[in-house]
Every structure is written in C-alpha cells, then in structure tokens.
C-alpha cells in the first residue's frame, strides 16, 4: 500500500510539475494579459497595440503587421485567385473565403444565437449579431469618439473625415469610398441591370431604386413630413422638402462658398465652374449642364415621316409639310396628346381641377399644383446659379 502511495504522489508532482513549466513557456502580453506559446505568436500580438505594420506593399505603399496578410493583399494587384470552388469554379484570393464561399451551397449555418436564435454560417458574423442585443459598440472612432459595433463600419466611417477614395473605376477613374458603390456604378458603364420590376418589366442597377419604382404601381408614400403632412414615396424625398421648413441648406460649393438644398442641384451648379456639359443630343449633337434641358430639347424635335427630316421648331416643320403637300396652311393647331384635353378646356372654359383648401379651380392640373405651393409655403426648385428658392418656373 505504501508503495502503491509513493507512486501516485510522484505521478501527481509530476503532472503539477509540467503545468508549472508549461505555464513558465508560455508568454504573457503585459498589456491586456493574453497568453501565447511561442515568442512569434506574441510578438504578431503586441502589434495590434503598437499599431506596427513593418509588411509594406511594394505597389501600393500598404502596411500589415504579418507577412501572410501582405501575401493576400498582393492579389489584389495581380488579380492572382489561386483557391478555386470545386461546384461552381468560383476563385477566391484566399482560402478562408473559399471555405466561407463553400457553406453557400452547403446552406451550413453552424452558430447560432442564444437570444434570438438566429443562425450564421460564420463566427464572426455572430459576434457582430450578438453586438445587436448587448448594445456594445467597441470601435470609435478617434476623430469624432463614435462608436461602431464592427470594425468594417468604422474603417468605412473614418473616410468620411480623411477623405479617402480607395476603390476606383478602372474605365472613367472616379473614386469611391466603399467598394459596393464601386461595384454599382460600374452597371453605368455596363449598362447591365439585375433588377427588374415584375409589373412593367423596367429594369434597374439599384435593388433600391427597384423598391422606391414598385411604389410608382402600389401608390404607397411611407415618409411622410412631420410639419406639414404631406407624404411622399422616397426617403430622399422626403429629407429634401423637409429642408424647405428648416431652410437647411447643407451642400456648398468649394468654389465659390454658396450652399444648396440638394445634393443633385449642387452636382449642377459646380459645371457652372468647370464648364462641363455632360449630357449630349444624339440627334443634333448640342451638349447641355442639366439633363432635364436635354429632355425638353429632345422633345422639341418635330420629324417629317415623308422625308425623314428633323426640325427643332413646329413653324419650320409646317413649311416642310407645304413643300410636300403644296397646303398653304395646317387644318388646325397640333398637340401632343397629353395637352390636347388641357387645350380643349380653353374652348369650353371648363375647369375640373379645384383646390380643396380654398375651392378655386383650373383648367390644368399642373396649375392646381402650382397654386398648392401658395398653402404649403413649398419652394421645389433652385436657381443653379445664386441657389435661390423659388415655386415655379417662368413660362
């Protein structure tokens, strides 16, 4: 028995002997604790709290702190996809995306939340999720102290102070912030358009911009203005009429310092400086700042079907029509069909659309609507130039 004893003690300071010593190899971070087996494993460490990124881009100028990192980087610039999917031929730079990429066919999701119980094909992804219940934002951002629950939010949000543009268009160079409004706009270029509208058969670059189209058919106008009701079927929309109450003018000119209501109305006003004239006439040729001057030029365009000419005046085209059909005179004055109903009202006198604030009626609804903005105080459009708000157009 006493031997038997003697033994199990050995064996027992045996096993307390190696844990003391592995706990002596292991290598401690003096900064938050954390414990590693090999000097290098710490060493890789300790620079996530220096910030040290002694791994530089040849190319680019790019820092990482380890050399595995800089290797996958470099496939960005060779275009280098060595990890490919053995069921659909995707490739992949590298091989972690390749084994995420492969849980899409599998439909493998292996973590799942203990809250809610949602589930997710990778951990990171859930510890991002788990963030949504604890409320815990561990990345700010060291110019302005907001917080981000996920590092990539914030990588992306300190842009917005740097400046930075990284992703670029590779066929006309402009810069973009993030790399999925890169992939948008490159469908500008390739006029390729995923979604499309199952009513009319419309197609858009955007599943946004197919969202906010469906309401054209549904009628729905979700966003409506907390000042004065009115309702309308885009955020966007609704973001820039509120700013006719607030008189809230956010985007200014860097030139010369004057500030505008709407992002697409300073867009404009810029070519004022620069000269630039974007939007050309495949007919004529004639190059215009705005798109809506090249709409209207566009619709001015009369075509002879007899001799396939093309008059940017209906007088000029009524003399064409007398070489061909020796009439001095038109039988009568032409329109367009969606004016002729408002033209005939100026014959009967007839007046169908009234004001339901005040009663007073016109012959137009589009006049109705100009006469509404005296009620709502509303001031839709800009002058491009100087930026003053004004209610209508000068006919």
Known sequence: KGYTTKKCDNAEKGVKDKEIYRLKKCKQCNVCGKSFKLNTELTIHMRTHTGEKPFLCVTCGKGFSQKCNLNSHMGTHTGEKPFSCEICGKCFRQK??????????????????????????????????MRTHTGEKPFACITCGKGFSEK???IRHIRTHTGEKPFSCKICGKCFRQR?????????????????????????????????HMRTHTGVKPFSCATCGKCFNQKIHL???????????PFSCETCGKCFREKHVLNTHMRTHTGEKPFSCETCGKCFRE?????AKTKTFFIYVTCGKY?????????????????????????????LKNHIHAHTNEK??????????????????IHLRIHTSERPLSCVTCGKDISQKSR
Do not use: W
């Open 352 to 369: 169908p659309f009234s004001c339901l604030k005040c009663g007073k009626s016109y012959k137009g609804k589009y006049s109705l609507n």
């Open 239 to 249: 973001d820039n009429h509120v700013r006719i109450h607030t008189g809230e003018k």
């Open 152 to 154: 990539n939010t914030l």
């Open 96 to 129: 972690y995306i390749l084994i995420s990429h492969m849980r899409t066919h599998t439909e493998e999701r292996a973590f799942s939340c203990v809250t809610c119980g949602r589930t997710f094909r990778h951990k990171c992804s859930l510890n991002n999720h």
């Open 180 to 212: 999925h409004i890169l992939n948008t706009h490159m469908r500008v270029h390739t006029e390729e358009r995923p979604f499309s509208c199952a009513t009319c058969g419309k197609g858009f670059n955007q599943k946004a911009n197919l969202n906010s």
């Open 291 to 295: 798109k809506t001057r090249l709409i």
């Open 311 to 339: 008059f940017t005046h209906k007088r000029n085209l009524n003399v064409n029509m007398r070489i061909h059909t020796r009439k001095k005179h038109a039988p009568g004055k032409c329109f367009k069909e969606n004016h």
